[in-house]
């Protein structure tokens, strides 16, 4: 029978339990993390679009929705998590989904606990974020590279104390002139801007598939091309 994750937290704590950290039954681990603010008055807006993307993968593998990612790790990973196992041609992956709790400027202490426990390398994290430079619409990703002045890629690459980690920007257009950009990355979407986004989300969920299952480059090429 398969640990809960409060008992392998308690394996962590507690050294001489049974369970081991990072344990993946011999397959390989993989994380997506999804960049947020929590709380229920920044759902939706444009900065959440990280947490949308991962909300809606775990969805399309049937596991939950929003509401059922795992509390219990709130308090030793700084976030909420789902974890299971998803098929792929080279043998089953243990696929592990995070979304912070700390707001986004903090986002890495979730990350860098997250790998620690999942002996996950940076290179098989990918981090899911909104992107102004992008149109609404539109997503990108990336093997590695700089944060692009993005708050929550800056904590996480200053916590990991590196940028080789795959990124997948989803677009949410530059503010209008005279807009702060804080104050419009906290706003909810336009009602053209919400359409955009819905019709993109599915490809942005099929391109963490596919980077799971196939590796980045090929993702890369079949969504990076819009």
């Known amino acids: 029978m398969s640990k809960t994750l409060g008992q392998r937290l308690?394996?962590?704590?507690?050294?001489?339990?049974?369970?081991?950290?990072?344990e993946g039954g011999g397959r390989p681990v993989r994380l997506v993390v999804?960049?947020?603010?929590?709380?229920?008055?920044?759902?939706a807006t444009r900065h959440n679009?990280?947490?949308?993307?991962?909300?809606?993968?775990?969805?399309?593998?049937?596991?939950?929705?929003?509401?059922?990612?795992?509390?219990?790790?709130?308090a030793k990973f700084d976030g909420l998590m789902l974890e299971g196992p998803v098929s792929a041609p080279g043998g089953e992956i243990k696929l592990v989904?995070?979304?912070?709790?700390?707001?986004?400027?903090?986002?890495?202490?979730?990350?860098?606990?997250?790998?620690?426990?999942?002996?996950?390398?940076?290179?098989?994290m990918l981090v899911v974020v909104d992107e102004l430079a992008l149109p609404a619409g539109k997503i990108r990703l990336r093997a590695s590279g700089s944060d692009g002045g993005h708050?929550?890629?800056?904590?996480i690459q200053r916590a990991l104390a590196t940028d080789q980690y795959p990124r997948l920007r989803i677009g949410i257009d530059p503010p209008p002139p005279g807009f702060a950009g804080k104050d419009y990355v906290l706003?909810?979407?336009?009602?053209?801007?919400?359409?955009?986004?819905?019709?993109?989300?599915p490809s942005a969920v099929?391109?963490?598939?596919?980077?799971?299952?196939?590796?980045?480059?090929?993702?890369?090429?079949?969504?990076?091309?819009g």
């Open 97 to 124: 989904l995070l979304k912070p709790t700390n707001y986004m400027n903090r986002s890495g202490e979730a990350a860098q606990k997250a790998t620690r426990f999942y002996k996950v390398e940076p290179r098989d």
């Open 10 to 22: 308690a394996a962590w704590l507690h050294p001489h339990s049974a369970d081991t950290p990072g």
């Open 187 to 201: 706003g909810r979407f336009s009602p053209e801007q919400r359409e955009k986004i819905d019709q993109t989300l």
């Open 49 to 74: 679009a990280g947490f949308e993307v991962v909300e809606r993968l775990a969805a399309k593998l049937g596991w939950c929705g929003e509401d059922d990612f795992d509390r219990e790790a709130r």
């Open 151 to 155: 708050n929550g890629l800056r904590d």
């Open 34 to 43: 999804g960049l947020g603010n929590p709380g229920r008055q920044y759902t």
């Open 206 to 225: 099929d391109c963490c598939l596919t980077w799971l299952r196939e590796g980045v480059e090929t993702a890369m090429n079949r969504f990076n091309a």
